[in-house]
């Protein structure tokens, strides 16, 4: 029998204060390991530290009390570590949250319907032939100029280096460009701070981009006050143009929160799709039998104070076409170009 424990995962200094408070305050509880005792430990740990079962019920009708009934009556002594899997998995289902999963030596349970129950608005084989052959790199950006001098440039993960120097050169040679497209399609998330090292490109002034909650307490809605978020103007290189910012419903974590930032700067316009959603800081415990499991505990918000949590529309709806694809046309980089050739 373990005992049932926790760690954090940490994202900045001010909010590591936070999340260690509720590092201190999981329960002493025991919970043996057993079907029933894994079950338990797990639903305690989203009853206490899961920051959206408010929202969750409000949103989607979510009873969490109900989930443990229901899920208990699965349970049976002798069943095999596959099924308690997946009864544990098909609970955390309930959250509807990409955030959410379960780790054991076998499997990863997770929830991906945030981008697998939509159109993919996206083509790699159209966006390869927009970047062509001569593109550059710079970290995790690849970036050329079109032939009616829009600067065209693909982030596709936020979880490689992207230092302040890559930006620099970046910017300075798309420099003479009538307007910018970032393309940040399928991009799933990564680090944080990239994100927002990037998004720090599009602004020249100090901006209000949102806030964020930590979970304080054990009640579904024990949160502190909401802290502001700001995004800073970088040092460096910034753009001054127009830019248009390309979206799917794959655009999720980190990137949900850098569409919320650059939303907020004039020259940016979102296009495409919903992003995916997917906006709270991680948090992450092992139950009895070793299996981890990470969920969300900290809420992130727009500047307006609504949840980012399920995604944040466009400014411009743009969904690619199945007739332009067959041409080898990317209906939303065209849109773009006439955008900001047209302005």
């Given at each position: 029998?373990?005992?049932?424990?926790s760690?954090?995962?940490h994202?900045?200094?001010?909010?590591?204060?936070?999340?260690?408070?509720?590092?201190s305050?999981?329960?002493?509880?025991?919970?043996?390991?057993?079907?029933?005792g894994?079950?338990?430990?797990?639903w305690?740990?989203i009853?206490?530290?899961?920051?959206?079962?408010?929202?969750?019920?409000?949103s989607?009708?979510?009873h969490w009390?109900?989930?443990?009934t229901?899920?208990?009556?699965?349970?049976?002594?002798?069943?095999?570590?596959?099924?308690?899997?997946?009864?544990?998995?098909?609970?955390?289902s309930?959250?509807?949250?990409?955030?959410?999963n379960?780790?054991?030596?076998?499997?990863?349970?997770r929830?991906?319907?945030?981008?697998?129950d939509?159109?993919?608005?996206?083509?790699?084989?159209?966006?390869?032939?927009?970047?062509?052959?001569?593109?550059?790199?710079?970290?995790?950006?690849?970036?050329?100029?079109?032939?009616?001098n829009?600067?065209?440039?693909?982030?596709?993960?936020?979880?490689?280096?992207?230092g302040d120097?890559n930006?620099?050169?970046?910017?300075?040679?798309?420099?003479?460009?009538?307007?910018?497209?970032?393309?940040?399609?399928?991009?799933?998330?990564g680090?944080?701070t990239?994100a927002?090292?990037?998004?720090r490109?599009?602004?020249?002034?100090?901006?209000l981009?949102?806030?964020?909650?930590?979970?304080?307490?054990?009640?579904?809605?024990?949160?502190?006050?909401?802290?502001?978020?700001y995004?800073?103007?970088?040092?460096?290189?910034?753009?001054?143009?127009?830019?248009?910012?390309?979206?799917?419903r794959?655009?999720?974590?980190?990137?949900n929160?850098?569409?919320?930032?650059?939303?907020?700067?004039?020259?940016?316009?979102?296009?495409?799709?919903?992003?995916?959603?997917?906006?709270g800081?991680?948090?992450?415990?092992?139950?009895p039998?070793?299996w981890?499991?990470?969920?969300?505990?900290?809420?992130?918000?727009?500047?307006?104070?609504?949840?980012i949590e399920?995604?944040?529309a466009?400014?411009?709806?743009?969904?690619?076409?199945?007739?332009?694809?067959?041409?080898?046309?990317?209906?939303?980089?065209e849109?773009?170009?006439?955008?900001?050739?047209?302005?």
């Amino acid at each position: 029998m373990k005992k049932f424990s926790s760690y954090i995962i940490h994202y900045s200094l001010s909010i590591a204060a936070a999340l260690l408070l509720l590092s201190s305050c999981v329960r002493e509880d025991q919970f043996a390991d057993t079907p029933q005792g894994n079950l338990d430990a797990l639903w305690t740990l989203i009853d206490e530290h899961y920051c959206f079962l408010d929202y969750k019920q409000q949103s989607i009708g979510l009873h969490w009390d109900n989930v443990h009934t229901r899920y208990s009556q699965r349970l049976h002594g002798d069943m095999k570590t596959m099924q308690l899997f997946e009864v544990l998995a098909d609970m955390l289902s309930e959250l509807r949250d990409g955030h959410v999963n379960l780790y054991a030596a076998h499997d990863i349970a997770r929830n991906w319907s945030w981008y697998e129950d939509y159109p993919a608005n996206f083509s790699q084989e159209l966006q390869d032939a927009y970047l062509g052959t001569d593109y550059k790199i710079a970290s995790s950006l690849s970036y050329r100029i079109l032939d009616d001098n829009i600067g065209y440039v693909v982030c596709s993960s936020f979880s490689s280096g992207m230092g302040d120097g890559n930006l620099d050169e970046l910017f300075h040679s798309l420099r003479t460009c009538n307007g910018l497209i970032l393309d940040v399609r399928d991009n799933s998330g990564g680090n944080l701070t990239y994100a927002e090292r990037l998004a720090r490109r599009f602004t020249n002034e100090r901006r209000l981009v949102g806030y964020i909650s930590h979970k304080v307490g054990k009640g579904h809605s024990d949160f502190s006050t909401p802290e502001a978020q700001y995004l800073e103007p970088a040092d460096g290189v910034r753009w001054q143009k127009r830019a248009i910012v390309l979206t799917n419903r794959r655009c999720y974590s980190a990137t949900n929160t850098f569409i919320r930032d650059v939303s907020q700067c004039p020259l940016v316009t979102i296009l495409g799709d919903q992003t995916g959603g997917g906006s709270g800081l991680p948090f992450s415990a092992e139950l009895p039998n070793g299996w981890a499991v990470r969920f969300s505990a900290c809420p992130m918000y727009d500047a307006d104070m609504n949840h980012i949590e399920f995604g944040i529309a466009p400014d411009t709806l743009v969904s690619l076409s199945e007739a332009d694809k067959a041409r080898g046309i990317d209906t939303l980089i065209e849109t773009a170009r006439a955008l900001l050739n047209t302005h």
